[in-house]
């Protein structure tokens, strides 16, 4: 009788590359997943109503099999771009790992070969983060010693586990309904991820799979969405939800309510200052913003006064 050997299938991998206006940098992130050591990869592209030579530059790819790509005539923003890229991969119906590359990121040559080893190795684990550097090498990624299973949410966004950008590597069985919140057009990344942690913790992985450029016309500098903390916080609220301790819980609330306040919406601020103090009187910053927010009242107050009094003397 001979013993019959199974091995684990290669994993494939779909890359998601959205791009505006930079086919200079463009075509360096497409050549870096061309020239992986590993092959089981499809790359997906949206142009999305890049003015440049973006569209000739992708032309020059229409031979390869493997990169697919598409256009929006007018520019819509990265997370409707992604969440159409998401929609070409998952229509295909093929399971595999989704490898979010952005147009000013470089994959690591080997870096798909290091990830699908550790996928075969790990066949339970459907979200893979890896380390990101910067071009003169420095780690971009900080995570905490002894830490192998994260939770996105209580680890990442709230606690100091995990610290800084990664690579996010998830597997299209934990997608679902799941997709990039579009009424910010770009960056707020965590609406996606934390829909994927109702269903997966992440798995982190010790290797270097790609390299990240911080640019002045980028979404990390540019904090597209400054101004919008209100509307910011009570969606996290909201999604954060099944995650939050009480103290996370308060710290939050103290966030908003320090942005309803500035934002004129006084007595919204007071309610969730109190709703605060309820979840956790012990969080320091219920008690820092409460007097910034009264100095702050004070101030004006004495402003408003003392213009009164001017135009009353003239």
């Known amino acids: ?17 959205p791009t505006f206006n930079r086919a200079a940098r463009l075509a360096v992130s497409i050549e870096s997943v061309r020239n992986q050591s590993y092959e089981n990869w499809q790359l997906f592209i949206l142009d999305d109503g890049s003015q440049d030579a973006t569209p000739e530059l992708l032309a020059r790819f229409e031979d390869d099999s493997r990169i697919h790509s598409w256009r929006f005539e007018r ?9 159409r890229l998401l929609a070409e991969i998952l229509d295909r119906g093929d399971p595999g790992f989704v490898v979010i590359l952005d147009d000013d990121d470089q994959l690591e040559k080997d870096a ?9 190795a790990n066949p339970r684990e459907k979200w893979l983060i890896a380390n990101c550097h910067l071009l003169n090498g420095d780690c971009v990624s900080q995570l905490r010693d002894g830490y ?7 680890d990442h966004k709230l606690g100091d586990a995990l610290t800084g950008d990664v690579a996010h590597i998830f597997h299209t069985s ?24 109702v269903k997966s913790k992440m798995f982190a992985l010790d290797m270097h799979a790609k390299t990240v450029e911080y640019l002045e016309d980028g979404l990390t500098l540019r904090q597209p969405n400054k101004g919008r903390g209100i509307e910011i ?5 909201e999604r954060f939800d099944p995650f939050l301790s009480r103290s996370q819980r308060a710290s939050l609330e103290t966030r908003l309510a320090r942005h309803l306040i500035r934002g004129g919406q006084f007595k919204s601020g007071l ?4 709703n605060a103090f309820r979840h956790w009187p012990f969080e320091h910053r219920i008690y820092s913003y409460g007097i910034e ?22």
Do not use: D
């Open 1 to 17: 009788m001979t013993m019959q050997m199974t091995t684990r299938p290669e994993p494939s991998f779909f890359i998601l590359t």
């Open 174 to 197: 934990i997608i679902g309904e799941n997709r990039f919140i579009e009424c910010f057009r770009n960056s707020e990344e965590w609406w996606f991820y934390a829909g994927l942690a």
């Open 112 to 120: 798909l070969t290091l990830i699908a080893k550790a996928a075969r």
């Open 148 to 154: 192998r299973h994260l939770c996105y949410v209580q």
């Open 75 to 83: 520019n819509q923003g990265v997370n409707p771009a992604r969440n």
């Open 233 to 237: 916080y009570a969606r996290k609220l």
């Open 271 to 274: 309610r969730q200052f109190w």
């Open 293 to 314: 927010m009264l100095v702050r009242s004070l101030w004006t107050s004495n402003q408003e006064s003392a213009e009164y009094a001017t135009r009353k003397r003239y």
